[in-house]
């Protein structure tokens, strides 16, 4: 599979705000930020968003069974243009999200037992679906799961691919699914917690032939 101008980057976990410019200059078309306090690449309580951060890249705000209303106010506080829901929220919660026009992206936690039909009713909810491997974490379990198990997906919401990728995984070429529009890559590319490795995601931008800005 050619995949030239279709797979989009995502880079989460990012917070140290010269880190994340210069991550922001290799020119990935999504940035996540992790807002679970147990996470170790939680944001901090004192994070922000620099004033000259790029407008071309979304701003993507990852949440594990958060409080809705604590969620709107960092969606308004930070501009973000998406939540990444990563917990157990219900319908009903993307369903209040989504009435604040914010791009949702619903994360699915996969193993072997996984059973894609889960997916249904998040359909008409989600901008976006990550398939992510399910571990003793809420994401950041830096495994990959089998990528074979995502044939059984059948929905028309399109996913992101997750889960301890980095630029090695050069099976990305080979993997094709109609619906797969992405890679979130988070540990694959860090330098520790946090903090990105700026060759590692450069690695990553011509792994999947994007363009790199100048």
């Known amino acids: 599979m050619n995949i030239r101008n279709v797979i989009r980057l995502k880079i989460c976990g990012m917070r140290d705000v010269a880190n994340m410019l210069d991550v922001a200059a290799l020119g990935p078309d999504y940035m996540g930020f992790i807002f679970y306090e147990l996470s170790p690449r939680f944001v901090g309580k004192q994070f922000s968003i620099p004033s000259d ?82 571990g003793n974490h809420y994401g950041g379990n830096a495994v990959k799961f089998n990528w074979n198990l995502l044939q059984q997906y ?39 917690p946090g903090l990105k490795d700026k060759t590692k995601v450069k690695n990553m931008v011509q792994l999947l032939n994007l363009p790199i800005n100048k």
């Open 53 to 134: 951060f790029p407008e071309s890249i979304k701003r993507v705000g990852v949440f594990v069974n958060e409080d809705s209303d604590v969620v709107l106010d960092l969606i308004q506080k930070h501009r973000l243009d998406f939540v990444q829901l990563h917990g157990d929220e219900a319908v009903s919660y993307s369903e209040k999200l989504k009435a604040h026009n914010v791009g949702i992206f619903k994360v699915f936690r996969v193993d072997e037992k996984f059973d894609f039909t889960r997916t249904e009713q998040f359909e008409n909810l989600s901008d976006y679906f990550l398939f992510d491997t399910k």
């Open 154 to 192: 059948k929905g028309s919401v399109p996913f992101f691919l997750s889960g301890g990728i980095s630029a090695k995984d050069a099976e990305l070429t080979e993997f094709y699914h109609d619906k797969w529009y992405g890679v979130d890559v988070n540990s694959g590319v860090e330098i520790k």
